[in-house]
């Protein structure tokens, strides 16, 4: 489907963004960049700034705006349900670094390395553990947090400090993380005797994980080393083979507790594919339909058949289900005849966010009308580029996936079209869009996501001008900092009659 593949490719984009723009403060006019904080300016246009970070959590690598009214709304119905997103933090000395040049970890999605070589406790604490909580304020997109803890070793007397300090982070502000500490891994040669102290430290840390809370766990990497044997590069530092057998204990936890698809539930038209994954897992995976008459599956993709390609055939509700390494992860798909589609052009989210709260309520396919080329991340380079694509008329193609997405126009008759007002018009692939694929009869319903400028006069005649068979409706124009506000949301019921 289009948009898991548009997730992947946004969650990129938007930590840069975020980054970029926490890094700058800026926001940025037309004519060059202003410091934040004047922005009272209604001509401020803030391209991923502020609110990027609290874009809907479907596109994969934003945040979801994080009010009580957005997280309590059970009246919004149950078309989307995203799967925990889960954030890794491994924590520790140079083991901990040296398996991260082995594995790369940090090169991983939502994985994070906090670690100091030579250091112990006093370091976990006085800079490992901030870091850590800085990590975890920032990230927000991330739902659930799992900390992997590999210290010890240059400290086994701290073993009781140590644990001393999991427990009150984990009654505290740890307390909604999963703590899973790693077992101090041996040595070898002439280190045995200076570091005679790890059985025992190891026993103690075991036996504080039996007490501890539910989400405290270890990991007895110790364990297989021995059983699979082990070899080191100076009698502490492991050899690349040994991190790959260290990392493979540790993966072995981590998806057996944490791999599931990247969707709990959907719902898409009769006709319509979409594509799923799954997260959290890098074995093989193997796909099935629970109903073959509602969903087929079209095709499985990726290393190890990480995603698959489902396609709906008539309406009913069946599972998407993924076999791997004994387990099995489920999506129920809602298969629906509703002949809507809601599709949005949306750069940093804003528009994303409304057009998902639309399609949860009217329901039909959600598509992400995207460009086969990818938009600058920054943001003076944004608006340069789409000030040159106004003043040629671009028409940027757009991806396969917004094909995809779409798939046969004749199933709709009515297209809720979304799109930012960018310079007053709509951004030039909402033109490509709708000129590619046949709106003549159909109802369309536009909403714009705007900036201080609400009059989207111009950009709208436009619109009608390009689909003069069509029946289009008011403009609906939403301010990006009130996309999910409770008021946006009573007047996107109403107008949208829902
Ligand atoms: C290049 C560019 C031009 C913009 N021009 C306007 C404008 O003319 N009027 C306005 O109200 N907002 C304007 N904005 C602000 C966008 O409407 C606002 O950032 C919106 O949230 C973007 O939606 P998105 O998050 O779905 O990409 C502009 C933004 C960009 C990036």
């Not at 791999?259 to 319509?272: F, G, L």
Request: hydrophobic residues 35%.
């Amino acid at each position: 489907m289009v948009i898991i593949k548009n997730i992947r490719k946004k969650a990129a984009f938007y930590h840069i963004m975020i980054a970029i723009v926490m890094l700058c403060g800026f926001l940025f006019t037309d004519s060059g960049y202003v410091l934040a904080g004047s922005g009272k300016n209604v001509n401020l246009y803030a391209v991923g700034s502020g609110k990027t970070a609290g874009i809907s959590n479907s596109a994969g690598g934003v945040d979801r705006p994080e009010t009580a009214e957005d997280s309590s709304d059970s009246e919004d119905g149950q078309k989307y349900i995203e799967s925990e997103r889960i954030g890794i933090i491994y924590t520790g000395d140079s083991r901990i670094r040296r398996l991260n040049l082995t594995i790369n970890m940090k090169g991983m999605k939502d994985t994070w390395v906090v670690c100091k070589s030579g250091m112990g406790y006093n370091w976990f604490v006085s800079e490992g553990i901030p870091q850590i909580d800085r990590l975890m304020k920032e990230k927000k997109y991330i739902d659930k947090w799992v900390i992997i803890s590999g210290w010890g070793v240059n400290d086994l007397w701290n073993c009781g400090t140590y644990i001393n300090k999991y427990t009150s982070l984990m009654k505290g502000r740890w307390s909604k993380c999963d703590l899973r500490l790693m077992s101090v891994n041996p040595v070898d040669g002439a280190m045995k005797s200076k570091y005679g102290a790890i059985p025992s430290f190891n026993s103690r840390i075991k036996s504080y994980v039996k007490k501890a809370g539910k989400n405290v766990f270890y990991i007895d990497t110790n364990r297989v080393m021995m059983s699979k044997g082990f070899s080191t590069i100076d009698g502490l530092h492991y050899t690349e083979s040994t991190n790959r057998i260290i990392y493979k204990a540790i993966c072995d936890e981590i998806q057996q507790a944490y791999a599931s698809v990247n969707y709990k539930c959907i719902e898409i038209n009769v006709n319509s594919q979409r594509t799923l994954t799954l997260d959290n897992y890098e074995g093989r995976v193997k796909w099935k339909s629970s109903d073959s008459n509602i969903l087929k599956i079209v095709s499985a993709r990726g290393t190890n058949n990480k995603s698959v390609t489902v396609k709906a055939l008539n309406p009913g509700t069946a599972s998407v289900m993924a076999s791997f390494g004994g387990r099995e992860a489920s999506c129920e798909v809602k298969v629906t005849d509703n002949r809507v589609m809601v599709a949005y052009f949306s750069y940093s989210g804003e528009t994303e966010t409304a057009a998902e709260y639309i399609q949860r309520g009217v329901g039909g396919n959600l598509v992400w009308i995207d460009i086969n080329d990818v938009y600058p991340y920054t943001e003076k380079k944004l608006a340069a580029a789409a000030k040159r694509e106004l003043e040629s008329d671009a028409r940027p193609p757009l991806d396969s996936d917004t094909y995809a997405g779409v798939g046969d126009m004749s199933q709709y008759d009515t297209v809720y079209l979304g799109f930012p007002l960018w310079y007053g018009f709509a951004p030039r692939a909402v033109c490509t869009f709708i000129e590619c694929f046949n709106m003549d009869g159909k109802t369309v319903k536009p909403f714009v996501i705007t900036q201080g400028n609400e009059d989207c006069s111009g950009g709208m005649a436009e619109i009608k001008s390009l689909i003069p068979n069509a029946v289009v409706g008011e403009p609906f124009a939403l301010d990006r900092e009130k996309v999910l506000t409770k008021k946006a949301k009573k007047e996107i019921k109403k107008i949208f009659a829902y």
